[in-house]
Structures are given as structure tokens and as C-alpha cells.
DNA sequence: GATGAATGAGCGTTCATTCAT
DNA sequence: CATGAATGAACGCTCATTCAT
């Protein structure tokens, strides 16, 4: 088995876990309806994670690898613009990915991290970090184009809490429509781009900016 | 047993059962060992609460209920330095009472609160709103004495979130001491207060409201 | 529940759980196998043992206490007859109590012994004591009323060990019927006789002692 | 692969796998890790030895053989010393073959047998007959010699016996040095030459034949 | 009210063995 | 010959919950 079908064989049950879990007693989905959901047998999960934890982990890590690859290529042509877009890439990726939800909720669990295996457990906490990152960089971005004053970069501790807050309770919507999230994200935009200094046309992100349905379903 | 012996007695095994959480392991801990601990027998347990799960979400409402009682009692004499004083009352208390942290982080999960029975799945929500409530009241009082502006109500989101999603953060660093946590608490009132606009005298959370050690530890 | 209960109700499994064991697969047979014939359920077999290997160490220990009382009480006026009545009270105790052999078997493997709760893996070690201070006993009377002379003490070593040699064959012949292990009994007698010196009358055991089938049967 | 080159490999992997069991968890030694030990695959174990269970029987025969071998080559002049010889050659192989200890003490367990290949099975019952004759020859040539009287060859299963219940106890006491298990090998060899009757010439063992340190260690 | 004996469903994990390559 | 991926049966043990006393 080389390396590709090895690659192919895990996504397949990662998918088929995932699957799996779309119930709210996902806890109580054991690792034989994993295995044959995938359609192989017990031991053959354990071939490729060494537990059912683990499993959880790397949905969580898949989940948050994909959004933060999203919000590394960003396409906005001002800093301000970007910043939007990456507000509103990364509710749209929670909004898309919902039936990761309950998985990546589970894994943040302080708990949950410290039973688990040195090398994952350090994965997902870099998450935190890199999340950190792409906002400190669109930060400075922004200071360097004049988009926002020199002090704006420490806002990025508030910035990183408010959007994690937001996302807290956005996750928690389940149930309402795509449409109806579309003011929470419209004003959390609005609470980070104030709190960043306003810009050099003051313009608001109603005007210009704002993330709007069409937007979400164009993608 | 009347109603007072049966308050007692249920504080006392919730007691017991925070006491008994106090390890990472802590999901493993069975109802045997709490009512051990307590000095009742496993089922007396079930006279008081229906299911190991009530207890976790008791636990998280009496949390909260005392949080929110404090806040609800602020003494600052300006609507700013009452802002102030809330966001320091709400870290302080999470600081305060870390034991709470796993069963409070546990019981917000979205699973957990859908397998609970109705009544107290709705205490658990109303938290949300109920602190909501005092964030908007602050505003208001704020807005009426003229610390802010009007539109300072629609940072409400924000700044819930941010309080949320930083609290989250403040959690995880269960190791480090009070003080070095100082800095995140400044670091987010600062931006907080930001983001409600200016106050009528320009000075900073730094120079006059600053969350200090000194009255972490005078409480 | 009473003692009293108690007691009878883990006899119970005890029993149920060798009749299990009357296989040579026996080491398959599952606590709920055991659970199943003693008509409780299989949490319940964990209200009175440990583990399953607790099972089979408190089986061994009845077999043993049961033959040591035995021994404790032999009725031969003689010290010489009493030590042949010892030699066939001990064959005819394993010979009548077979459904233990594999278990016994079992628990005297060091590595068995190792991986026990150390309070049952001192009973078991006992045993091995408790039955030697029955044979010094043995040949301590015999030397005070003469019956041999005092070296005999130094034979104790030498019987105990002939004695668990000839035990360990005697136990593997299961399909051979009574009669035909009657010749190893005797065998065996004679040559710890012979070790031990000439009595005072020169009557071998074949004249005055033998172990017959009669008296094996008579018990 | 040859002849030459097959048996070769199986002895590197008894070799391995007794190396893999140094250990009280030694049941819990998978055939993977053997394998691995051994560098090669697991599949690969299976093209030498249809079980694992195979494994422990061979490792047992292997022990036995090797014991018989020596056994049926001792040196001594006259029948006497070469009963004591003998004994003592049966201490001393299983006093520098610790390492076989476990496994051989499993598979003399009568069910191990009852479940094996009825080949193997025959083989493992084999060593104690080779074993008797070994011993019935030793007799049958002090009878010859005059060492001893011709109602020695009725000893030999009282022999036989003495020798493997102080074997079983003899590996028990894995923790004692080579020194301090010399009394118990004397006071064996004294109780079996008593037994076989007094010699021509009554030296005791203690005089002439004593088995030393200074022996155990020259070879 | 209080007890604690009894329940029994539930599950992750292991590993000897097979067999297609 | 050698591999090692796949299998899948097997099982001890836990523990929340119930209920007869």
C-alpha cells in the first residue's frame, strides 16, 4: 500500500466519520458504524488512527487546515477589503462545514487535549496560533498602506476573541438559515473594522464592503 | 426533609461533586464517588438530581448565577469605570472559581445541552441573554449620561463575543498565575472601551481605570 | 445483604464458575458465561470479585483449605500409618476434585501469581508453606514415638517435593478411572516410607498400609 | 531457501521470541513484535510455525531436548556419581535457562497441551518418558555394578517425581542466586540416593559427592 | 427518605491468522 | 519466499440508573 492509497484509504474514513457524526448523540457513534460505514472492518480503522479520539482530532485539523489555507491567499485589493473578506471567509467556512461542528467543538475541550497524544494535541493548539498570524499580518499590512494607524496591531488579541466569540454562538445557530447569519457577521465586520481605526475614506462597510447572500451563495 | 434540609443537601452534593472534577480525568468520576464523598448512598443522589448531567449543568447555573448576580451590583460611579469594573468581575470570577472551568466548558457544548431535559436546557441558554442584558444596560446608562454615543448599542455583539471568546483563551492558561493574566484582561478592556468610542476625557483604561493586582487580590 | 448472603451468593458463582470451567477450552469461558449459569447478571459478578482472575485464585484456595483441613485432622494412631494416610488423603482429594484440576493447574504459574492483587497472591503462597508444616508435624511425631529416627526431619523437602511431582502426573491422567492410579499411590508411599527409614516392625505398606480401592471408595 | 537456510531462520525466531518473553507480561507478547525482533514479517512467522502457541512448544521442546542431550552423556565412573551427575545437571540447565522458565511452565499445563497439534503434543508428552529413561538406564546400571540393591529400578517414578516438584519449586525462586539453591539441590540429592539404598562404601553425599559452587561455575 | 444490590447495555481495542500481491 | 494490509471475533469491565426493602 504506498503512500497515495494510504492517503486516500484515511480521507475515506475521516468522510465517512464525519458522516457518521451528523447527530447530536455523535458521542454515541462507535468505531464499528465507522468502519462499516467505510465499509472495512474494525481493525482496519486502527491500521490508521490509533484511537477513536484521534479520529476526532484530525477532522479538527482538516477543518481548520482548509479554512486557514483559505484565509492565506486572500484576493482583496486594500487591506481594509481584506480584512473583510477574511472575516467573512472564515464565518462562511463554519457556515459550509457545519457537520464538522460538533467534532471541532469537542476538541477544544481543555480536557479533551490533554488526553490525547502529544504531537496531535500540540497541532491543534498551533491552530490558535496560526489563526493569530494571518490576522497580525493583514494588521500590518494594513499599517504599512496607511489603511489604519500604527497602533491597530494591538487590536489583534480583541480581534482574534470577538471572532471566536461570534463563532461560538454562530455555530450555534444550526438551524437558521444562511440569510439570517448574515447580520451577525455584518456586525461583528463592523465592531472589528471601528475598533482598527477608521479608515482614510470613511466609507462604512455598509456602504462598501458589506457581505451580502449573494456574495455567500456566488462561491 | 424539608425544603431547607433539601436545599442543604443538594448544595452539599454539588459540593462534593466540583470537589470530586478537580482532575483531568474528571469525566471519568462516577456518581458512586460523589455520593462517597458526600457520605450519601448512589441513589439518594437520584433523589436530588435525575441524571449525572444535571449535576454538570447545576453546576455551570450556579456558576453563572453567581457571576451574574455580581455584575448585576456594580459599584462604579461613571457608566465607563462601570464598564470597566464589569469586564474585570467577569474575569476575575473565572479566575476566582477555575475549578468550574471543565463542567462550564463542557456543558456549553451544543450536544451536550440538546441531550438535556428541556427546563434546564433553557437555564442554560438564558445565560447567553441574561448577560447580554447587562451589557446592554451598561450601554444604555452609558449612552444616557453621555460616556458614548448612541450607535454604542450596536457594539453589543462585539463586545460580547469578545468578552466570550477571550474568556475561552483566559481559561486554557489554567497554569499561569493571576498576575501575568493581567495583561490580557488590560489588553481587551482597552480594546473594548475603544470600540464604544471615545469617552469625554480622552484618558485611557492605562491611566485611569487599569485592572490592577492590587484590586484583584483586595477582594 | 448480610454476611451470611453474601457469602452464600459468591459460593454460588464460585461453583457455577467451576462447572464453566469443566473444559478444556475452559479459559474461553466469559463472566458471562459464569454470570449467565449462576442466573445473575454480569455486573453483579463484579460486586464480588475484582477480576476473573480472582475467580479462578479464590477456586484454588478453596481446593487447597479444603485438603489442608483434611489433612489438619488425620485419625491414624500411628505416626506412620497417619503419614500414609496423609500420602492417600492428598491423591484422593485431587482425585475426587478433578473439575479443579485445570484451575489449580493454572494459578501456580509464576507469572499468574505476578499479575494477581498481592493480598490472594500471598494466600496462594501460603498454601505451599501450610502444607509443608503439615508434614514436619507428620515427622516430628514420628520421631518422638520412635516410629523413625530423627534425620527424618531432613526428608520434609524431599517428601513435600515427591509428593507435587507425583501430583502434577496424577492430575494429567484425568481419563484413567480410580483403580488404575491406585499402583502410583502406592509406589509413591513406598518410597517416602523407604526415605524416611525402616519402621520398627518391617511390614512394607504392601502388607499393612496399602491404599486399596475399597478403602478409596469407602470415603 | 534451503534446508540449511530454513531452519536457520526458525531458530532466529524462537531465539527473538524468547528474548521478546523476558518478561511477567510475556503472554502479551504479540506475534508482530516477535516479528519485528526478529526483522521480519509478520506473515513470514507463519511460514515456520503454524501458531503461536507452536512458538512455546517448540521453545519448550528445544529447552527439554537440550537437557535430555546432556543428560545422556554424563561422565562419571561409577553409577553413584553419576546419579548425582545427573541431578544436578537437571538444576544446573534450569538454573542458566531462566529464560525459558515461563514458557516451559505453560506448556506442561495439561489444557496448553489438549489444544495443540496432536504431533507436538505427543512430542512435549515424549520428554517425560525419554526423561524416565533416562533415569531407569541410571538405575539399571547401579544394579548391574552392585552400587545399589535390584529393587532400586522400583524407584525411578518416585525419582522422577522428587525431582520435578523440586524443579517446580526450584524455578519459583527466580530471584535467589546460584550459591544459595545449592543446599536445596543437596538436600534432593541426599533424600534420592537414601532412597535408592546405602552405597557399597557408606559415604554420604556430604563427603564425596557434593555437588559445589566450584562445580556449577567450571562449566 | 435512604439505601446499595442488581442490572446489562455498551465499547474500544487487540491480535492471531490469512491471503492477495 | 516474503510481505503486511485486512480481518473480525472476542471480552473484560464500567457505571448510570433503578427499585425492592
Known sequence: MNKKERTYREQSLLDHALACFN???????????????????????????????????????QFYNTLLAECQSL?????????????????????EKQEYRRVTQYCQREDFIKNLNPELAQSLANIEYRFQSVITALLCDGIKDGSWGADAINKMPGITYTIKGALSQFCCNKNTDQESQIPLINSITDYILSSVGPGKKSKTVTDSLKFTLDQALET
Open 75 to 95: 484576493s482583496g485589493t486594500d487591506s481594509r477589503s481584506r480584512l473583510v473578506l477574511f472575516i467573512s471567509t472564515v464565518f462562511k467556512h463554519h457556515q
Open 23 to 61: 447527530t447530536d448523540q455523535w458521542e454515541n457513534v462507535s468505531v464499528a458504524e465507522i468502519a462499516d460505514r467505510a465499509g472495512v472492518a474494525k481493525g482496519t480503522v486502527y491500521l490508521h488512527f490509533t484511537s477513536k479520539h484521534e479520529i476526532y482530532a484530525q477532522l479538527t485539523l
